[in-house]
């Protein structure tokens, strides 16, 4: 077990600790785990971003891009190709294609009218 548990430490990059109560049931292969400091300030700075988002009435869905997406977002988003792994390059030209092809969008609607 304890090798076990090192291994979790060592992948996961947090540190497990045994709850003094549940040491009796150690043999079971079942212990209560304790958050990190480090987990819990995580868990609070996602919790104050989403209420945020919430107040202001946002909304995050996951988004799944393709190479089609790629490649309009290196024409009219201007993502680097050399920054296709960088998180929030795509993130910032995903953004500007969007905004473009809303602009666009609104723009022939209200040529329609």
Known sequence: MLDEQRLRVALEG????????????????WAMVEKTAAFRQRRAAD?????????????VYPVE??????????????LDARKVDNKRAVA??????????????LR??????
């Open 65 to 78: 891009v393709d190479g089609t997406t790629f490649d309009l977002m290196e024409r009219f988003g201007g």
């Open 47 to 59: 919790t104050a971003r989403w209420r945020e988002r919430l107040s202001r009435g946002a909304a």
């Open 14 to 29: 947090e540190e497990i600790r045994r709850s003094p109560s549940y040491d009796a049931n150690a043999d079971s292969g």
């Open 92 to 105: 910032a030209a995903l953004g500007r294609l969007w905004h473009r092809a809303l602009a666009a969008l």
């Open 108 to 113: 022939e609607a209200d040529s329609r009218r």
